[in-house]
């Protein structure tokens, strides 16, 4: 997306409160979900519900990691037995024991009758083993985000997975996609409806509108609206000066992301897993003899599914899109399935540089090349526990600069 009107985060001119809050709630949630395991590790006694909070919880983290690089991890929610300033942990130590709570999680994960989580599940309605293919493809996804800087362990928990799918089965199909669901009343209206009823933040973003458009992607027509103008389909440059441009040149959130106060957040995807599949064949690694293209292809299928577009026929074999072995494509098109789920997108270009973005023209820091690489730390962090911080500002530059995540090797960044 890119913001048309009240504009400052698209430029980086972050407010302290939105990042208070953020790094607040995420360990809120953090916290409680820890409750939770402690519970039903005890006299709670349902497996389940352990589980589905070790799932949720490495879900959090993995997201906060990718926002700050080093988080409190082994000391966060252990307020109650007197932890008030956790120590922070390195981005490599949280992957590699994320990867084993939910390797746990899955494990844990128990049909049974007597463990009926019940239908107030608001993700997926009680259904035990749409739980276990989300921490499985979790674990999927932090093994793929670290595999250029950890190949060695990325391939083994990608191959254990993809080569016993009896104990470890992943999403592969729409009907597995974990999506929040919201309502149709106030406050549990779909964030982009409850926005829309006020105000008009969001344009499309050039770079992802000119990309579908170069091929011919019926997907435009579902993520996009046209410009009132002239009806025609057209982006905002990301973080551009205000006046630069037209309110009613710019296309909008597609109806069905925006129009919809019942809408979805998605956590994770189907078509996203089938990509991860298609990186892993890439690279060489046992999927299970399915290969780069099958997977790529079958990415590409489940994500025009998604949308009720059936199969994608023609634009397989479309320029840039027909499979010519090059990993970039691979990339790109699971850049573009993971519209309205930021975080991920933000994080996998990170990874890739695919595509190549630029940096925000409006924005008020100089010299950089390429979007943020990471979240500014909260003041109230600096504030309330700047012994522990402290040794984690080394290299930061401009907030947003300077430290690189650890598994981002790109080169020729700043």
């Known amino acids: 997306l890119g913001k048309i009107q009240y504009i400052d985060e698209a430029a980086y001119r972050f407010r302290e409160g939105v990042v208070n809050n953020l790094w607040y709630y995420t360990y809120v949630n953090v916290n409680d979900l820890q409750i939770v395991i402690n519970k039903e590790s005890g006299e709670g006694g349902n497996p389940n519900y352990q589980a589905m909070a070790m799932t949720l919880r490495a879900y959090i983290l993995h997201l906060a990691t990718d926002r700050w690089k080093a988080i409190p991890y082994s000391e966060a929610g252990q307020g109650s037995g007197g932890i008030t300033n956790p120590a922070y942990d390195e981005q490599e130590s949280i992957y590699l024991d994320l990867l084993d709570q939910l390797k746990q999680a899955n494990a844990l994960f128990n049909p049974a009758a007597t463990y009926a989580i019940g239908s107030n599940d608001v993700l997926y309605g009680g259904n035990v083993m749409k739980w276990k293919r989300l921490a499985n493809s979790l674990r999927m996804r932090l093994a793929t985000r670290m595999s250029n800087v950890s190949p060695g362990v990325a391939k083994t928990h990608i191959e254990e997975i993809l080569g016993d799918p009896g104990t470890y089965p992943i999403m592969t199909a729409n009907a597995d996609n974990a999506y929040l669901v919201w309502q149709t009343s106030s406050p549990y209206q779909e964030p982009w409806f409850a926005d829309k009823l006020a105000r008009d933040d969001h344009g499309m973003c050039i770079t992802f509108i000119d990309i579908l458009k170069d091929f011919n992607d019926p ?7 046209p410009a009132t103008f002239d009806g025609e389909y057209r982006g905002v440059i990301s973080g551009a000066m205000p006046g630069s441009y037209t309110l009613s040149h710019i296309s909008r959130i597609g109806s069905i992301f925006r129009d919809e106060a019942d809408g979805f957040t998605p956590i994770m995807r189907a078509a996203e ?6 990186e892993a064949a890439f690279r060489g690694w046992n999927t299970g003899g399915l290969s780069a293209q099958q997977a790529y292809e079958n990415g590409i299928t489940t994500s025009f599914e998604e949308y009720d577009l059936g199969a994608p026929g023609e634009y397989l ?3 840039g899109v027909a499979w010519n072995n090059d990993v970039n494509q691979i990339h ?13 997108a ?18 008020p820091y100089t010299g950089h090349n390429r979007p943020p690489f990471r979240y500014p730390y909260p003041v109230d962090e600096l504030n309330l526990n700047s012994a522990n911080i402290e040794p984690h500002l080394s290299g930061i530059i401009d907030q947003f600069w300077g430290q690189k995540m650890w598994w981002d090797t790109r080169t020729g960044v700043n």
């Open 219 to 225: 997907r435009l027509a579902v993520f996009a609206k």
């Open 273 to 278: 897993v089938h990509f991860m599949i298609a």
């Open 317 to 319: 074999s479309g320029a």
């Open 332 to 344: 790109l098109q699971k850049w573009i399935c993971l519209f309205k789920n930021g975080n991920e």
């Open 346 to 363: 933000w994080a996998e270009n990170r990874r890739t540089d695919v595509p190549q973005l630029g940096h925000a023209p409006y924005s």
